[in-house]
């Protein structure tokens, strides 16, 4: 730990001026038992909380795999350009999963119900999930033509392991 953090944490411990403004998060610090400690924050379901989630499932990929799998400057411009329209493509499949939301609610908001208006719906988000696919395996095919075999393991090693999200 920095040595100036000692004495900022002891200061404000003593203090109690930890709370909201010192930088802790969404639940900053709370007192149990005598014990104070770090509150935990819970996700709810599709929420990645500070992490955050991008393209490969972290917050920044581009930085996240530059610097786990030790790429040199070309390899960087590349990535970039994979991960960009990796992006586009992922929010693309976004609109098309709210279209394809909208179309359900229509086809149940009406005095009966139309099955092939929600077919429709379906069939909309299906061709976005191939697409996705589609586009999501386009990206590693990329990634493993770019990646040097020691940098491929530690790729499949990240992936293996959940750290980074396919």
Not at 16 to 22: G, I, K
Not at 69 to 89: G, Y
Not at 99 to 118: E, I
Request: with cysteine.
């Amino acid at each position: 730990m920095y040595p100036g953090m000692m004495h900022w944490w002891t200061t404000h411990r003593r203090h109690h001026e930890w709370r909201s403004h010192a930088g802790c998060g969404a639940g900053g610090w709370r007192a149990h038992g005598g014990h104070a400690g770090w509150s935990q924050r819970q996700a709810a379901p599709g929420d990645f909380g500070d992490l955050g989630a991008g393209a490969f499932g972290v917050r920044r990929p581009l930085r996240f795999l530059a610097y786990k799998l030790h790429l040199d400057e070309t390899q960087v411009a590349e990535l970039a350009r994979i991960l960009n329209a990796l992006k586009t493509e992922r929010a693309q499949a976004e609109v098309d999963g709210r279209r394809a939301m909208a179309g359900l609610a229509d086809a149940v908001a009406g005095s009966t119900f139309d099955p092939q208006a929600a077919a429709d719906a379906a069939a909309v988000r299906v061709r976005s999930a191939e697409r996705l696919r589609d586009a999501v395996l386009k990206a590693l095919g990329e990634l493993h033509a770019l990646l040097d075999p020691e940098q491929r393991a530690r790729l499949a090693y990240l992936i293996r392991t959940g750290t980074l999200q396919v």
